[in-house]
């Protein structure tokens, strides 16, 4: 009995120094991913300083730069499919000054912006990039995408890839019965809609306007046990600022300068 208690110690022992060995390079690992710098940038529709935004250039490029963050804003055909645009109308990046919803696939299929890029759709995005790369995605028209932005998101089993954001509260709420685990960004425009924002459970990251990037509001937010996100940022003082106050991510046009002033300045 005695010998056999010796010999599962002498099993027992490494097998423990493994396990422990083992949590420290996933500990250092989270560590790692949590504090790497892309993840604190989130290229604004692309490299949209660079190339047009929400273009296959604009995501080519920004992902080339080094982005692991691309961002998707959501507009829908009048066949219901979900296309990206930061613009209801395609008016400014085709020329062509009629609303996405009142134009059917085969006419958005036909748009070409300046340098004969094509329109994408939400599935397009998908298919050329899959789990390679997260999204940041909006639902510009909120509700009424909820459903259409599900189905997709399940057909394409990308939930861990994509940050969902909106302006209004009541699409996160309802999509967080069906993504519990997707983190959720709420839109604010002023100082009372971010004190409303921290209440909210669901919210995970509070994205602001560039004008309330202040040590007080970071304060706030953190006390909240939530992110803090500022849009858009674009000059080497602005992204500086954000590093020294400790902004957690931010939208920027300008991916490359991003990410170098974050390795250098981010502690």
């Known amino acids: 009995m005695h010998r056999k208690k010796i010999k599962k110690t002498k099993i027992l022992i490494p097998f423990l120094i493994f396990l422990v060995i083992l949590s420290s390079v996933i500990t250092f690992y989270l ?7 892309s993840s604190r940038v989130y290229s604004h529709r692309g490299a949209s300083g660079e190339e047009i935004e929400h273009t296959v250039a604009a995501y080519d490029l920004a992902i080339l730069y080094g982005s692991k963050y691309i961002e998707q804003d959501l507009v829908t055909s009048r066949d219901n499919t979900l296309y990206v645009s ?43 990039y899959g789990n390679t790369v997260n999204y940041v995605i ?34 996160l709420q309802d999509l967080s019965k069906s993504f519990p685990n997707m983190p959720k960004l709420l839109l604010v425009k002023n100082q009372s809609e971010l004190e409303k924002a921290v209440t909210y459970d669901i919210v995970d990251i509070v994205s602001a306007e ?8 970071v304060k706030l937010v953190h006390g909240h046990k939530k992110l803090l996100n500022i849009w858009t940022i674009n000059s080497t003082s602005e992204i500086k600022k954000a590093i020294n106050l400790g902004i957690d991510n931010y939208f920027t046009n300008f991916t490359a300068k991003a990410l170098a002033l974050e390795n250098k300045y981010r502690k």
Do not use: Y
């Open 86 to 128: 930061h613009d209801l109308s395609a008016k400014r990046i085709t020329g062509v000054d009629k609303l996405f919803v009142d134009m059917t696939d085969d006419e958005i299929s036909d748009l070409r912006t300046e340098d004969n890029e094509k329109i994408l759709s939400l599935q397009d995005v998908f298919n050329r």
């Open 210 to 217: 560039k004008s309330m990037m202040t040590k007080e509001n």
């Open 138 to 171: 909006e639902l510009k028209e909120n509700s009424n995408q909820t459903k259409l932005f599900e189905d997709l998101v399940k057909k394409n089993n990308l939930e861990d890839n994509i940050v969902v954001q909106a302006s209004d509260i009541k699409p």
């Open 31 to 37: 560590i790692k991913n949590t504090n790497d710098s």
